[in-house]
């Protein structure tokens, strides 16, 4: 992997640290609840994560942000 995916990949990591869970004051990367960020030759991101309980009141919408805002992101797609 060459050093723009990983700067990808770092931007990335550094727009989840910017979701919080509406239920505790921590981030959703820091929380543990991303478990791979991947980013292909096409700049297209794949994004593993959970929630933290089957009846997370956000469970709609935190994915949804997530895809909001990566795809914001230059040069990312999803």
Same mark, same amino acid.
């Given at each position: 992997?060459?050093?723009?995916?990983?700067?990808?990949?770092?931007?990335?990591?550094? #727009?989840?640290?910017?979701?919080?869970?509406?239920?505790?004051?921590?981030?959703?990367?820091?929380?543990?609840?991303?478990?791979? &960020?991947?980013?292909?030759?096409?700049?297209?991101?794949?994004?593993? $994560? #959970?929630?933290?309980?089957?009846?997370?009141? &956000?469970?709609?919408?935190?994915?949804?942000?997530?895809?909001?805002? &990566?795809?914001?992101?230059?040069?990312?797609? $999803?």
């Amino acid at each position: 992997m060459n050093n723009e995916f990983l700067s990808k990949e770092e931007e990335i990591v550094n #727009t989840l640290k910017t979701i919080f869970d509406p239920e505790i004051p921590v981030n959703i990367y820091d929380l543990g609840l991303i478990y791979e &960020v991947n980013v292909n030759d096409e700049g297209k991101a794949n994004i593993v $994560m #959970t929630l933290t309980s089957p009846n997370c009141p &956000v469970a709609e919408s935190m994915p949804e942000e997530v895809f909001d805002k &990566v795809s914001d992101i230059d040069g990312i797609s $999803m």
